[in-house]
């Protein structure tokens, strides 16, 4: 049979394919086809060894970085492995020391119940020993008394409440005119200021000067009219305090009320300025002191009408 009908199978085929388009098939006197000397030349060909030099060379580099990573990972185990061998030995030896301590603690707490049962045997002894040194108990009458004594104090104290509250008032009211005063004094000395002022920057006549100076001693005695008044009413609240009477009745009469009605009527009205006594809301004997005092005087014509004198005439 003639090479040339062999039948082309599959497995031929695919080994054909495999050669390049310049390989050729022989056919020798055995009647096999072979590949020709041209495939063979190529094996051996520079390109083809410096191919696999270069292959050869990344294959190496592989197995190097490979082998770093195993040596990091192999210390890595070992330090961590080194670690947990320091654990176990502290965990032994303080499983080791933990009795010992244990053992301290409990002697130093059976010492402490030890004192403590010790102060108190003697406490008891001392208790014991002065068991017939006991006040005696309080009896009906000095209980009767005690009760009595608290009831009187809290009685005292509710009727001082009232005036402690007036007090408390009366307070506040000087502690508002303090206040003011203080204000006061505050706009005399920008008043002084602004006057220092003015005459440093500009000459003024004798008469405004005058003017001035009768401003600045206007309200210097306005602020000593001021002072006076409450120097009054520290006077009055000490050497004139409030009088109730009748212990029945809840009425309090005050002289400070009297001296300042009057007061008040003079600057307010000075051209009638008589108070009206309405029975029963002022207490005669501060009026007869007023009087006898020189500080105020009846109407001619009317006893019930008083009036604060003129001081000034």
Excluded: W
């Amino acid at each position: 049979m003639n090479p040339t009908d062999i039948p082309t199978t599959p497995a031929a085929a695919g080994a054909g394919a495999g050669l390049n388009n310049d390989q050729e098939l022989r056919t020798p006197a055995s009647g096999v086809p072979t590949p020709s000397t041209n495939a063979e030349s190529n094996l051996t060909s520079p390109a083809v060894v410096a191919r696999d030099s270069a292959s050869f060379k990344r294959r190496e580099e592989n197995l190097r970085i490979t082998g770093e990573i195993l040596r990091e990972r192999c210390v890595d185990k070992l330090e961590r492995l080194n670690q947990l061998r320091q654990e176990v030995a502290k965990k032994q030896q303080s499983t080791v020391t933990r009795p010992q301590n244990d053992n301290t603690l409990q002697e130093q707490q059976l010492a402490i119940l030890r004192i403590e049962e010790a102060r108190l045997k003697a406490e008891h002894k001392k208790i014991r020993d002065n068991k017939h040194n006991f006040p005696e108990p309080l009896s009906e009458v000095n209980k009767l008394r005690v009760r009595q004594s608290i009831h009187d104090s809290i009685h005292e104290l509710a009727i001082m409440l009232p005036h402690l509250k007036q007090e408390l008032e009366e307070t506040q009211a000087e502690l508002a005119g303090e206040k003011q005063l203080m204000k006061e004094l505050e706009e005399i000395r920008r008043a002084l200021q602004a006057r220092r002022q003015d005459l440093a920057t500009s000459g003024e006549s004798i008469s405004s000067q005058q003017s001035t100076q009768g401003r600045t001693k206007m309200m210097e005695t306005k602020v000593l009219v001021q002072e006076l008044m409450r120097e009054l009413t520290k006077f009055l609240a000490r050497y004139y305090p409030p009088v109730q009477p009748d212990d029945d009745d809840a009425t309090v009469y005050d002289l400070k009320q009297v001296l300042e009605d009057i007061m008040n009527l003079s600057v307010s009205q000075p051209a009638d300025p008589y108070l009206v006594l309405v029975p029963g809301e002022y207490y005669p004997p501060h009026i007869e002191q007023l009087i006898n005092a020189g500080v105020a005087v009846r109407h001619p014509r009317d006893s019930q009408r008083l009036r604060l004198i003129d001081f000034y005439s």
